[in-house]
């Protein structure tokens, strides 16, 4: 219709009507063009917001989750440490809590990783929709440090838990694991984090049972140590994830309680 308005106007050389049309024919490619522009703005907004909110979810899972690796490996290096010091006679402890302390210090956590929205973002090469530097950066940080996974494969391949579960018993070692293993703690959970290794406990068998198997253990030349490697495995682990990450830490303990 305005091409047929437009053509007329033309043989009529009635350049008035051909500006008016002309300008309408421009104005409506340029509002086309705009809407188009904020449509495409208005979904790019909503998709930001959208990982930012499951951006910032997985990073208070990963807050949660690193606490919770700190607190463990507390309670592996007092468990580790209390054997020592009964083995060097500075503070004695009797069989059944001997190996049990022996037992905790072969344990090792890994928690799952809240990875997903990264991983996403970083596929479709659009973590730039992440407008807030903090949340970027430290999910960049956290999902592309080795750290934890050295500190669990360290822990999986300790001389002291290939040791232990070579010479100990299978009953015992069931009876460690059932009694005295680690207390499930729900995610999001950071009381139940605080002694989830370290808490009293019994193996629940008759003296004789373990008592042979303390003093069995007691005998191995390597024991001390494995022990001594695992203390100061944890420790090296503990002053990482603590001290050295220190910045990392309280940059995540802020997420944990961000109110977007």
Known sequence: MILRRLSTAFR????FTVLI??????????????????????????????????LIEDLRYEAWAYEYLIEYNKDVRA????????????APLSDE?????????????????GRATYDELISMGEIGLIADETLRTTAIALFTTTLLDVIALEGRHTPIRELFRRKVPANIQAAALRQCGDRFVPIG?????????????????????????ADLLRAEETLIEALQIRFADVETAITDLETVNAPMVETLRDIARWDP
């Not at 703005?41 to 930001?48: F, G, K, L």
């Not at 468990?79 to 500075?90: E, F, M, P």
């Not at 959970?189 to 198997?213: M, Q």
């Open 21 to 54: 049309e002309t300008l309408i024919v421009v104005l409506g490619v340029f509002l086309g063009m705009q809407l188009g522009n904020w449509n495409a703005d208005r979904e790019t907004n909503e998709r930001a917001e959208t990982y930012t909110e499951r």
């Open 97 to 113: 809590q001997f190996l049990i302390n022996v037992y905790r210090a072969t344990q090792y956590k890994y928690n799952d990783r």
């Open 79 to 90: 468990a580790a440490r209390a054997a020592l010091d009964s083995l060097t006679g500075d």
């Open 12 to 15: 009529k050389q009635d350049w």
């Open 189 to 213: 959970d950071y009381n139940g984090i605080k002694g989830s290794l370290s808490y009293p406990c019994e193996l629940g068998l008759p003296p004789d049972d373990f008592s042979r198997v």
